[in-house]
T-cell receptor, first 108, second 113 residues
């Protein structure tokens, strides 16, 4: 099956800093989603972005499908951004395959 | 905004018992999914369901598990004879078309004691 690798596995930031999270995948995809898992375990949809660039407030994402990677940018980080960020991809009609996540801790 | 809802949010059960996890997908969606996340690990796919049939399942989804859409709104995951290692967060998701954006519920935390 498709392989999904996320980096870095762990990231500690000071409040106000910017960060870039990366997701590499091993095959062509027709679905790519970024999620934030909050401390209560809920998966929050951030972006549906199989290709191109999207922005939502302080967050933006870019997927370069031809090179098989996606980036999630967090600007001016806040303590509420803490949690685990997952990238998930799917090929054809298959279900999503998740990466192992990036655990982000934003310190005040 | 439409959302996927799951009940209960937390369930504790004794080893060997059967549990049913319930989900109400978004009303106009046609594809339904169950995923599992063992504490501290990544989210793993269990099964997808379309037109009252399983359309895809993972190796995890063995005879211990079953899914059902008993009426026009609910989608259930049954786990028979639960084991300690079944303790996990179980997520339901739905999508309007297969391969497009999936929307996840808030999860059911299952604890087997």
């Amino acid at each position: 099956g498709i392989q999904v690798e996320q980096s870095p596995p762990d990231l500690i930031l000071q409040e106000g800093a910017n960060s870039t999270l990366r997701c590499n995948f091993s095959d062509s995809v027709n679905n790519l989603q970024w999620f934030h898992q909050n401390p209560w375990g809920q998966l929050i949809n951030l972006f549906y972005i199989p290709s191109g660039t999207k922005q939502n407030g302080r967050l933006s994402a870019t997927t370069v499908a031809t090179e098989r990677y996606s980036l999630l940018y967090i600007s001016s980080s806040q303590t509420t951004d803490s949690g685990v960020y997952f990238c998930a991809v799917a090929t054809g009609r298959r279900a999503l395959t998740f990466g192992s996540g990036t655990r982000l801790q934003v310190q005040p | 905004e439409p959302e996927v809802t799951q009940t209960p949010s937390h369930q504790v059960t004794q080893m060997g018992q059967e549990v049913i996890l319930r989900c109400v997908p978004i009303s106009n969606h046609l594809y339904f999914y169950w995923y599992r996340q063992i504490l501290g690990q990544k989210v793993e796919f269990l099964v997808s369901f379309y037109n009252n049939e399983i359309s895809e399942k993972s190796e995890i989804f063995d005879d211990q598990f079953s899914v059902e859409r008993p009426d026009g709104s609910n989608f259930t995951l049954k786990i028979r004879s639960t084991k300690l290692e079944d303790s996990a967060m179980y997520f339901c998701a739905s999508s309007p078309i297969q391969g497009t954006e999936a929307f996840f519920g808030q999860g059911t935390r299952l604890t087997v004691v």
